[in-house]
């Protein structure tokens, strides 16, 4: 079968592996620090390495390269168009990514062809093909859920009106597209990072699902919580309500009851825009499972166009942990 290498470069640590074309593993992964705030030679250098240890180790010869890269990603022209978490400091500022060449630097230190696209989009395509897709679904869009929300739409051919050939991710005119965490839920509503009001990521984030958390334990309500981090709640996780509410936890239930209805309404417009038939919640916070996707579930089914919601399955990603490398190896198998 055809062999790629899938990448995931993140903010902390960038992992590579290889893959074949159905999905399985060609080889071992392997991980190293990005070095995202050490400027671009330095991440080239730590992609470069990454990519030769999991090439060395792959049990057939790999033919191209996809990258998973959070930001705004233009695939045709190579480079990182805007990306928050990656830069230097530059006179006491840090300056993040603008307009950065990306193939043609890693083309100087690896030989093979490289495709990128953002990770977001990327583990969309990779759920789409390796996961609750099935490689046949007629609009699979997904939701990322960690430190922030994102998002990727992804259409078979049948979906679009004219001809077409498929899966079709979605990336919009400027290729910097569904971002479906930054659409509004609550206009006015709690701020959000990248600079807006109300929108589904700051209220159903890390930061966001912990602050709500901090100021319900603050109100003096009894919960499991404190015990589990030994009164030390900066320690705190999503794990930790996740594991509470298990244990029956009034408090971590409640928070994921909020969090899981805020998500439904950005579901439910995602439903209502476009009709997908699959919607998977994706993200190491998805791991908390029904305690958000049972109310997710019932706002949406209470948004959204009924016709539409009742062709829609709504349910954790089967790919949550390898989503980012089996989605820029889904690319790479595209070409």
Request: contains cysteine; charged residues 15%.
């Amino acid at each position: 079968m055809k062999c790629v290498i899938g990448v995931d470069l993140g903010g902390t640590n960038v992992r590579a592996g290889s893959f074949y074309e159905d999905g399985s593993e060609a080889g071992q992964s392997f991980s190293n620090s990005s070095n995202a705030q050490h400027g671009v030679q330095a991440v080239m250098e730590a992609i470069a390495k990454t990519v030769a240890e999991a090439e060395a180790a792959s049990a057939a010869k790999p033919e191209s390269i996809g990258m998973a890269i959070p930001g705004h990603i233009d695939d045709t022209a190579g480079t990182v168009v805007w990306a928050p978490n990656f830069g230097e400091v530059i006179n006491g500022v840090f300056q993040s990514w603008r307009d950065v060449p990306i193939r043609e630097p890693l083309s100087k230190l690896l030989s093979l062809p490289i495709h990128m696209g953002n990770d977001a989009n990327l583990a969309a395509l990779g759920e789409y093909r390796f996961g609750s897709g099935k490689n046949s679904a007629r609009c699979l869009v997904m939701y990322t859920l960690g430190t922030g929300v994102g998002g990727g739409v992804v259409m078979g051919p049948e979906s679009v009106q004219g001809p077409a050939s498929g899966p079709l991710v979605l990336l919009g005119g400027n290729k910097g597209g569904a971002e479906l965490g930054h659409t509004v839920v609550n206009y006015m509503g709690a701020d959000c990072s990248a600079g807006e009001y109300g929108s589904l990521e700051s209220y159903v984030g890390r930061d966001a699902i912990m602050k709500r958390t901090l100021l319900r334990l603050g109100r003096g309500r009894q919960s499991l919580l404190p015990e589990m981090v030994n009164g030390d709640l900066v320690k705190l996780t999503p794990l930790h309500l996740s594991q509470a509410a298990d244990l029956g936890d009034e408090v971590a239930i409640e928070i994921f009851e909020e969090v899981g209805t805020m998500l439904g309404v950005g579901i439910a417009n995602s439903i209502t825009v476009f009709a997908p038939d699959v919607v998977a919640v994706g993200g190491q916070i998805a791991k908390a499972g029904e305690w958000i996707l049972g109310p997710a579930r019932k706002t949406a089914r209470n948004t959204a166009i009924p016709s539409l919601y009742r062709d829609a399955k709504i349910v954790v990603a089967e790919q949550i942990t390898e989503a980012g490398m089996l989605g820029a190896a889904a690319l790479a198998l595209q070409g």
